[in-house]
Structures are given as structure tokens and as C-alpha cells.
């Protein structure tokens, strides 16, 4: 009954670290694992639900601070892990992908906006920050992320059941781009657009993906509907520019998303300001504030800005994307903020279905 005691105590004591983003105690959350208690010692992990989370030190040190208060304790180990959680949605109808947690649409209402380069370096900066990630180029018209991640001269190879994906920096990656020529363009009809998607989808061995990032094609077409229609999206991401053209567009494009019932997760600006190298001074260029309004109009988050910076069109040219040429720079630096709260949207939406879904029955996975 000691042991029991004590153990409720630590428990309790615990219930006073709170999570900001699902805004409960990790108790409660069943975030603390592997909880031992000898002479004093005391032992357990907290499994957060992304290694992304920018505050896991915070965290440690609450909890750390939190039990060594409580009378005979003389140590206290925390480990830090993390399990992303998969956002399921029973009722749409559409079975989960195997070997994939979450799948998240990139998209833009238009072209020129920098969607392709924001969906690569988006998914390495989430494998920077300790997740599984795969990219799928949805883009079938203008296949370029196998040209911004250095594999164009790439083709897929099979296990002799399912196409294996490409691997580069820690991503796996399928595009159309590694099926055909260079310089042969692709005239499909509807059709043969969603043929292709649910190939991508169900005949590729995706291998125990956390996030796999899809690179949509500019607008509101058939790949959106086809995606609605083949798997179960966890929701959109809109990359956008603070021109009122490109904004105008991408309302619609979150618009088409919630007829999709693909939830809008975000909102990226891109090309937000040029910093001057030399005086450091920045010249808002193609507006300012844009994005951040459209975002507080729609009710949804606002995931972060993008500065007009050489070297993020240099490393997409070159095979070498900013989040791996230059981690460090502020470029690197914003899509790794991105890519924190892109993790955390998705902890929440996950947390919220699980709420939602609890005694229902799950669906069962076509294999």
C-alpha cells in the first residue's frame, strides 16, 4: 500500500506540468511512462506526441522541479521521448495508408508562390526535428521536387510487390518526375490524374512514416479531389505571398480544402520581406501583413513568414535545400519554426479526433 502511495504522489505532484497545446497535465494526457520508484529514487519518461515540440526542455525541468519537492525523494530521471500520434477520422470513409501516421497537403491557390520549395524544405526541417518523414511530388503537371532535392537523375525501383520510394537527407520521396523524361511533358485528363494519385498512394512501401508532406499542384483541381477521394488527409497547409492577388487565391484554395473536408491547418507566407545583406534593413516588398490577416479571417493558424533570400532559390537549383545548406541562417531558422508548429497542429487535431472518437469503432486497413 506504501508503494501505491507513493506512486499517487508522484502522479499528483506531475499534474502541474501542463502541455500548451493540448492544455492538460501529461497525467492526464498519459504522457508519463515507465514510472519506478526505489529508496528514494525516482525513475519515468514523458512520451510527448512530437519530437518537434519546442518546449520538451521546459517540460523536463517542471517535472524534474515538481517531484524533487515532494518529502524523500533524493533523485529524479526524466527521459524525453516522443510518439506521433495518428489523426484518425473513422467517418470519412477512407481507411489510413499503411506505414503512414499523417498525411499533409501542401498547396497554393497560384503558381510563383514558392509552394514546391516550401513543401521540401518543410519536410526536412520535420526530420531535423527528429520525425519520420516521407514527400510525395503531387505536382504531376511540374514534377520539381526531385530537382530540389539533388535526385533527377533518379528512377524507383520496386520490391517486386510495391515501388520502393527514393531517399535522399533522410526523406523518402516518390514523384512522377523519376517516371518520365526531363523535357516530356505529361497531357493527362482527370482520369488518368487519379489513377496516378492512387498509385502513389497504395502501391508505394511507405516505411513507418510519422508526416508525409504532399506537394499539391497550384490551384483547385482533380489531384485535390482525387486526394479527398483516396486517403485520409489530416489537413492542408496554404502557402501564400502578401499580395492581394495571391491572397485572393488563396482563399479559394481553403475554401476548395474545406469542400474536401481536408481541414486547413495553416498558413505560410512566403517571399514576406527582403533583408538587406549588408545593413540588415527589411523592405516589404510585396506588401506586409497579408498572409498573418487572411489567416485571423479564415480562424485559422498562422504558421509563419519567409524572408526573399538567394540562397533558398540557390540550394532548390542546386539539389541542396537552405534547411540543409544553411540550418543555421534565418531562413533555416524560420522553417524550423514552422515545421515546430506544423507538429504541434497536427498533436492537436490527433488529440481532438481521439477525444472525439473514443468509443467508436475504428476502421480496420485495406492491405
Excluded at 467517418?91 to 501542401?106: C, D, S, W
Aim: with cysteine; glycine share 10%; proline share 7%.
Amino acid at each position: 500500500m506504501a508503494a501505491t502511495l507513493e506512486r499517487d504522489a508522484v502522479l499528483n505532484a506531475l499534474r502541474v506540468v501542463n502541455d500548451p497545446d493540448l492544455r492538460r497535465d501529461i497525467v492526464s494526457l498519459g504522457f508519463v511512462k515507465d514510472l519506478l520508484l526505489k529508496d528514494g529514487n525516482v525513475s519515468f519518461t514523458i512520451e510527448l506526441t512530437t519530437p518537434a515540440c519546442p518546449v520538451k526542455d521546459q517540460l523536463r525541468e517542471q517535472a524534474i522541479a515538481a517531484v524533487r519537492a515532494l518529502p524523500g525523494v533524493a533523485s529524479v530521471d526524466v527521459r524525453m521521448t516522443a510518439n506521433v500520434r495518428s489523426v484518425s477520422a473513422p467517418e470519412t470513409g477512407r481507411p489510413p495508408l499503411p506505414g503512414v501516421k499523417n498525411i499533409i497537403a501542401v498547396g497554393a491557390g497560384k503558381g510563383g508562390v514558392g509552394k514546391t520549395t516550401v513543401a521540401v524544405n518543410l519536410a526536412l526541417a520535420l526530420a531535423k526535428c527528429g520525425g519520420r518523414v516521407g514527400i510525395l511530388d503531387g505536382d504531376i503537371y511540374g514534377p520539381n521536387v526531385p530537382i530540389m532535392l539533388g535526385l533527377s537523375a533518379t528512377q524507383l525501383t520496386t520490391d517486386g510487390r510495391q515501388i520502393v520510394p527514393a531517399e535522399k537527407h533522410g526523406l523518402q520521396v516518390v514523384s512522377m518526375g523519376f517516371l518520365t523524361s526531363d523535357d516530356a511533358p505529361i497531357i493527362w485528363r482527370g482520369p488518368m490524374l487519379h489513377g496516378a494519385i492512387q498509385q502513389f498512394f497504395r502501391e508505394v512501401a511507405w516505411r513507418d512514416l510519422d508526416y508525409l508532406i504532399v506537394d499539391m499542384p497550384p490551384g483547385t483541381g482533380d489531384v485535390a479531389l482525387s486526394l479527398s477521394q483516396t486517403v485520409s488527409v489530416v489537413g492542408s497547409i496554404v502557402v501564400t505571398t502578401p499580395q492581394k492577388v495571391s491572397l485572393a487565391d488563396s482563399l479559394r484554395a481553403v475554401r476548395m480544402y474545406e469542400k474536401l473536408n481536408i481541414a486547413p491547418m495553416g498558413l505560410i507566407e512566403n517571399m514576406s520581406y527582403y533583408a538587406c545583406p549588408n545593413c540588415h534593413h527589411e523592405a516589404d516588398i510585396f506588401g506586409h501583413g497579408g498572409g498573418e490577416r487572411l489567416a485571423e479571417q479564415l480562424g485559422i493558424p498562422f504558421l509563419g513568414r519567409l524572408p526573399v533570400y538567394q540562397p533558398i532559390r540557390e540550394g532548390s537549383d542546386t539539389g541542396v535545400p537552405i534547411v540543409v545548406g544553411e540550418p543555421g541562417s534565418s531562413a533555416g531558422r524560420s522553417f524550423m519554426l514552422i515545421a515546430e508548429r506544423t507538429a504541434a497542429q497536427v498533436s492537436i487535431l490527433a488529440h481532438k479526433t481521439a477525444e472525439a472518437n473514443k468509443g467508436k469503432i475504428p476502421l480496420i486497413p485495406v492491405r
